[in-house]
């Protein structure tokens, strides 16, 4: 789990990408489908940088769109929401974290249904 926490930042891939698609939106700027693939793909690596705290994505926005070739200006609208954005990239990140976990759990064979209905029915009854 702890290295997710630096590795698997599903939200903060998904909150770049869409910024960067906004700024350029806002600007009336049209990539081309491969152009869009390629500014994901590049923001799934980059991400993989972003520190755990907050307003970090903004450096990976403005970079991004600076060599996208996009007005660096337009990240000043982000800014305004980025707040509220991060609590949700946060929620993101952490869940797709507990999701990776179970997943690496069940391949190594440490995690079974059974456990999960034992952890069930300790915790909520019918």
């Not at 064979?109 to 209905?117: A, G, K, R, V």
Request: charged residues 15%; hydrophobic residues 50%; contains cysteine.
């Amino acid at each position: 789990m702890p290295t997710g926490y630096s590795f698997n930042l599903d939200g903060s891939t998904l909150y770049t990408s869409l910024a960067v698609t906004f700024i350029a939106q806002m600007y009336h700027i049209d990539f081309p489908l491969s152009t869009q693939l390629f500014m994901v793909l590049t923001l799934m690596v980059s991400s993989k940088g972003i520190a755990g705290v907050p307003g970090a994505s903004i450096i990976v926005i403005a970079s991004t769109a600076v060599a996208f070739g996009l007005p660096v200006e337009g990240v000043a609208i982000i800014l305004g929401v980025d707040r509220v954005m991060d609590m949700a990239r946060t929620a993101c990140n952490v869940f797709g974290n507990c999701i990776a976990t179970v997943v690496v759990a069940r391949w190594e064979n440490e995690f079974s249904d059974e456990m999960l209905l034992e952890a069930y029915a300790k915790n909520y009854e019918d």
